[in-house]
Every structure is written in structure tokens, then in C-alpha cells.
């Protein structure tokens, strides 16, 4: 069965996308020297970082809304779900030669592979989504205080827990992307696919999309979303590994 593919969405993944290379470009050009950034403390790159994950993950649980919409049946999914898992693998084992001290083993990738099980599962508890998703947002800054008053939850900082997102503490890792609040994210995304496809359907259609080619050329790259994820930032470190060997 052919499922049907919404300009609009690929577009808003697409925004992403730029978004990401742009910030990534930053972030490459500061490991190599030619800027001078703290992208682990300054508001101006972690707001940043906020933005472009809470985008991708947003237009996931539109994506899983459309699935659901469309009668997607589980082997479909299951095949893509394993190319996620597998790419979040490719990047850990990268990220390890880059990063060994702080290489990534749970970052956007791996997040969207739990996530995605987990959204795909209740995707038909309707309005609970948003209160879920509100709740998983609000643990996030609970979290902190659950800590100070109960130290016997300090094990939740380590690696084996940290994935859940109930830390008092960021791990050192390059990448990290948790359950809490993400899922909440993607919760949200799903809730806001359902509604907009049975109360306003016209919004993910063509007629909702300027005629201009950027916009055509967005929803290209967001079909493509995860191949160039891989690729991206492998490209943009070669380039500045060359031109700093030619220097």
C-alpha cells in the first residue's frame, strides 16, 4: 500500500534540517578553532539546541500521526524504525572516534528510537497525549527538586538511568536526548497531528505551501531527513579537516 506523502510536513522537517547544518557548521567551526563559542553554557547555542530538537521530535509525532491516519501497518514501521535504531548506532561508533571521552550513547537518534515505540503505542489515547506530554515536559524541571529532597534517587545521574531524563546533573556526553522531556515533545506532536487531520486536514495539504521553489526544495531535503543527518556532519568535518591541512 502507497501512503501519502504531505509537502507541508517534509517542509517543516526541512526548516529543521537547515537549522541543524547551520548550527552544526557553528559548532564544528568552534572545535577546529575558528570560533571562540561555549555551546555547552552560552544561551544563544543551547536555546538553539532546544529549538532544533523540540522541531525534529515535534514533526516526528506529526509524522507518527500521519501514519496512524493512513493505516500504516507495523512491518512498514518496524523497517523503519530499524533504520533509526541502526543510525543511532553509526553515530555512537562515529562520535566515539571524535569524542571518546564524551562520545554520544543517547542522543537524537537513540531518544527517536525509544520514543517512537512509545508514541506509536498510545497514539490512540486522544486527549491524554497532551497531558502526557505536559507532564513529561514539567518532570524535567521536577526533577531537580526530587533530587534535592530525596539524594536516594542519585542514581538516576548514572549512565544506566540517565536515559530517562530524571537527572540533577547534564552527563558529559556531545549529544543527549532524553525521555523526559522529549517524549513529551513528540506526545504533543502526535496530539497536534491528530486533531489538525480530523479538523483541518487542508492545513498538510499543497494549497497550505507558498509556490516559491525554497519551499519545494525544504520539503525535498525532509523527505531525506535521516540520510542526511548521517551524512551532514562526517561532510562538514572532512571540509575543515582539509582546509586545515592545507594550511
Not at 557548521?25 to 544563544?44: I, K, R, T
Not at 531535503?221 to 575543515?240: E, M, T
Amino acid at each position: 500500500m502507497s501512503f501519502r506523502r504531505f509537502d507541508s510536513l517534509d517542509a517543516l522537517r526541512g526548516m529543521a534540517i537547515v537549522w541543524m547544518t547551520a548550527y552544526h557548521f557553528c559548532f564544528d567551526l568552534n572545535h577546529f578553532g575558528y570560533l571562540q563559542q561555549n555551546f555547552y553554557a552560552d544561551p544563544v547555542w543551547t536555546w538553539q539546541r532546544t529549538a532544533i530538537v523540540s522541531l525534529f521530535l515535534f514533526t516526528a509525532g506529526l509524522g507518527q500521526a500521519v501514519a496512524v491516519h493512513q493505516h500504516q501497518r507495523w512491518p512498514r514501521f518496524w523497517r523503519r524504525w530499524a533504520q533509526v535504531a541502526g543510525s543511532a548506532l553509526l553515530v555512537s561508533a562515529g562520535s566515539c572516534v571524535m569524542y571518546p571521552q564524551s562520545f554520544i550513547y543517547f542522543g537524537v537518534l537513540h531518544g527517536l528510537a525509544v520514543m517512537l515505540l512509545i508514541v506509536r503505542l498510545s497514539a490512540g489515547w486522544g486527549r491524554w497525549l497532551w497531558l502526557l506530554g505536559g507532564a513529561a515536559i514539567a518532570l524535567k524541571f521536577l526533577a531537580a527538586s526530587a533530587h534535592a529532597a530525596w539524594p536516594a534517587i542519585d542514581f538516576l545521574n548514572q549512565n544506566l538511568w540517565n536515559w530517562l531524563g530524571l537527572i540533577s546533573r547534564k552527563p558529559i556526553t556531545e549529544d543527549y536526548v532524553p525521555l523526559i522531556p522529549w517524549l513529551g515533545v513528540m506526545w504533543w506532536g502526535m496530539a497536534s497531528g491528530r486533531w489538525v487531520l480530523r479538523q483541518r486536514p487542508h492545513w498538510l495539504g499543497l494549497q497550505a505551501l507558498p509556490a516559491v521553489p525554497l519551499v519545494k526544495v525544504l520539503a525535498g531535503l525532509g523527505r531525506w531527513s535521516l540520510s542526511y543527518y548521517l551524512l551532514h556532519q562526517p561532510v562538514l568535518i572532512g571540509v575543515l579537516m582539509a582546509i586545515s591541512a592545507l594550511k
